[in-house]
C-alpha cells in the first residue's frame, strides 16, 4: 500500500503543480525516491522534527499549496499532536496527514512503533477528516481525493505489508465519507475498515475456530498485565475456588529441599509428587497472567506475518503446481514467516521481566520482581541498580540468541 500511495501521489504531481510532500526522517531512496527525482523542489524532508513537518504544511496551504505530511504512523500524530490540532485543524487547512504502518505493522520494533490509537485521536480534533482505505486499490482512490480537496485537513492511515488488492471487483465505487458495497449477498452484513480487512486473506479466514482466536487477540493487547490478574483471582481464586488466590505453596505444604530454587525443580529432583503438584497449581494464575498479552500480541503478529506470505508469489506458484495446503504451509510459508515472530518474541522477554514485578505483587510471590518493588519503594539504590543489571545482561543474551536464530530459520540470511 506504501508504493502505491507513493505512485499515486506522484501521478497527482504531475497533474497538479501545487502538490508537496514534507517527509520526517523518510529517505527519498525507496518509495519516494520517484517523486524525489523528478520534483525535487517539492520534496522536502525536515529530518527527525516531526512538528516542523506539520509546521511547513501548514505555511504551504496557506500559501495555496496541496501539502502531504509523510511518516511512520506513530510519528504523524502522536509526537506533533499540539501542531496538528492547532496549526492544521484550527485553521481548516487542506493538509494531508499520512501515517505510513498503521497498527502493529511496524511490530519488530516494539510498542513504540504500534499506532493503535490513531483514529481515536485524529477523530477527537475538530475538523480532521479520516481516510483507512483497506487495499491498494482504495489507496489510489483516496490519495487522487487528498490531493484534489479543498475541504480541510485529512489523516489517511495506510499500510506497508504488501497488502493484496480485493476491491478491484467491488460492487460499488469508492466515494469519501459513504459506505462501499463489495459484495452482493442476503446471509450476512461484514462492517470493516483499514487494513485489518487483510487480515480475511489468512489462511482460514472463515472458520468459528480463527475467528475466536482473532477477538481473543485483539481482546488480550489491550488487558493491563495487573488488571488481569486481579481478574484472575476474583474469578478463579475468590469466587470458584479453583485455584489459590496467593504464594508459592499451600499452608500445609512443606517446601521441597532448597536445590535450584525452583519449587517445581526441587520437588521433582527430591521425589516430593505432593509438593511438585500445589507448586504447579499455584503457578497457573501467575503464568496466565504474564502469557495471555503475550500470546496475544504473538497470535496478531503471526497472522499478519503469515497473511503476508500468503499472498507472495511462490505460493500461488506452489499451488498452481498442485503442492498439498500442508506442505505449503510448514515447509514453505512457515520458515518465511518466522523471522517477524522470532523478534517479538524476543522483544517480549523484557517486557514479561518489567511484568513480573507487578504480577508477583498481585499474587505474593517472592521472587525477583517482588524484590525489585520492595526496593522502589524504600529507595534501595544499590539493589535496583542491581537487578536492572540482571535484566538488562538476561535481555541482552535473549536477544544475541534471536539474532543467532535467524540464520537457522531463514536459508537467505545464512547464504548472506
Given at each position: 500500500m ?30 519516494m525516491e ?6 525535487p523542489?517539492r520534496f ?13 504544511c ?7 499549496c ?9 510519528f ?28 502493529i ?26 481516510i483507512?482505505?483497506?487495499?491498494p ?10 490531493a ?24 460499488d465505487?469508492?466515494?469519501?465519507g ?17 487494513v ?7 489462511w ?5 475456530g ?12 489491550a488487558?493491563?498485565v495487573f ?18 488466590i ?16 525452583f519449587?517445581?525443580v ?7 509428587w505432593?509438593?511438585f503438584?500445589d ?6 494464575l ?8 503475550m500470546f496475544?500480541?504473538t497470535s ?13 508469489p511462490?505460493v500461488?506458484?506452489?499451488?498452481a ?8 504451509l510448514w ?17 517480549q522477554?523484557?517486557w ?12 505474593s510471590?517472592?521472587g ?7 526496593a ?5 539504590y ?7 543489571l540482571v ?23 545464512r547464504?548472506?
Amino acid at each position: 500500500m506504501r508504493n502505491t500511495f507513493s505512485e499515486a501521489l506522484y501521478q497527482a504531481a504531475s497533474a497538479n503543480p501545487d502538490v508537496y510532500i514534507v517527509v520526517a526522517d523518510i529517505s527519498p531512496v525507496g518509495s519516494m525516491e520517484k517523486f524525489s527525482k523528478q520534483y525535487p523542489e517539492r520534496f522536502i524532508n525536515v529530518g527527525v522534527a516531526e512538528q516542523s513537518m506539520i509546521g511547513i504544511c501548514a505555511g504551504l496551504a496557506l500559501k495555496g499549496c496541496q501539502p502531504f505530511a509523510y511518516t511512520i504512523a506513530t510519528f504523524a500524530l502522536y509526537r506533533p499532536f499540539e501542531m496538528v490540532r492547532d496549526d492544521l485543524c484550527y485553521q481548516n487547512l487542506p493538509v494531508t496527514v499520512v501515517g505510513m504502518g498503521a497498527g502493529i505493522i511496524y511490530s519488530t520494533l516494539g510498542g513504540t512503533h504500534h499506532t493503535q490509537e490513531d483514529i481515536a485521536i485524529a477523530g477527537a480534533i475538530p475538523n480532521m477528516q479520516i481516510i483507512a482505505p483497506c487495499d491498494p486499490a482504495e489507496c489510489t482512490q483516496a490519495t487522487r481525493y487528498c490531493a484534489a480537496q479543498k475541504k480541510g485537513p485529512i489523516y489517511l492511515r495506510i499500510g506497508k505489508a504488501g497488502e493484496p488488492n480485493y476491491t478491484d471487483k467491488a460492487v460499488d465505487p469508492w466515494v469519501f465519507g459513504k459506505l462501499r458495497r463489495l459484495r452482493r449477498g442476503s446471509d450476512v452484513a461484514i462492517l470493516t475498515y483499514g487494513v485489518i480487512a487483510g487480515m480475511a486473506q489468512a489462511w482460514w479466514p472463515r472458520k468459528a475456530g480463527t475467528r475466536l482466536l482473532r477477538g481473543t487477540s485483539i481482546l488480550g493487547t489491550a488487558l493491563p498485565v495487573f488488571w488481569f490478574a486481579i481478574i484472575l483471582q476474583l474469578v478463579f481464586a475468590a469466587r470458584l475456588n479453583w485455584f489459590p488466590i496467593e504464594g508459592r505453596l499451600g499452608a500445609d505444604t512443606l517446601p521441597p529441599p532448597h536445590l535450584t530454587g525452583f519449587y517445581t525443580v526441587d520437588a521433582l529432583l527430591s521425589g516430593q509428587w505432593s509438593a511438585f503438584g500445589d507448586a504447579v497449581i499455584h503457578l497457573v494464575l501467575p503464568v496466565l497472567s504474564l502469557v495471555a498479552w503475550m500470546f496475544a500480541l504473538t497470535s496478531r503478529v503471526a497472522e499478519r506475518s503469515f497473511a503476508t506470505e500468503l499472498t507472495r508469489p511462490y505460493v500461488q506458484t506452489a499451488v498452481a503446481r498442485g503442492v498439498s495446503s500442508s506442505r505449503l504451509l510448514w515447509r514453505h510459508v512457515l520458515r518465511n514467516a518466522l523471522n517477524p515472530i522470532i523478534t517479538m518474541l524476543g522483544l517480549q522477554f523484557g517486557w514479561l521481566l518489567a511484568g513480573t514485578i507487578l504480577v508477583e505483587v498481585v499474587f505474593s510471590w517472592g521472587g525477583l520482581g517482588s524484590v525489585m518493588y520492595t526496593a522502589l519503594q524504600n529507595f534501595d539504590y544499590p539493589m535496583i541498580e542491581a537487578i536492572t543489571l540482571v535484566i538488562t545482561v538476561a535481555f541482552v543474551v535473549v536477544n544475541l540468541v534471536v539474532d543467532l536464530l535467524y540464520p537457522v530459520v531463514d536459508p537467505r540470511i545464512r547464504r548472506q
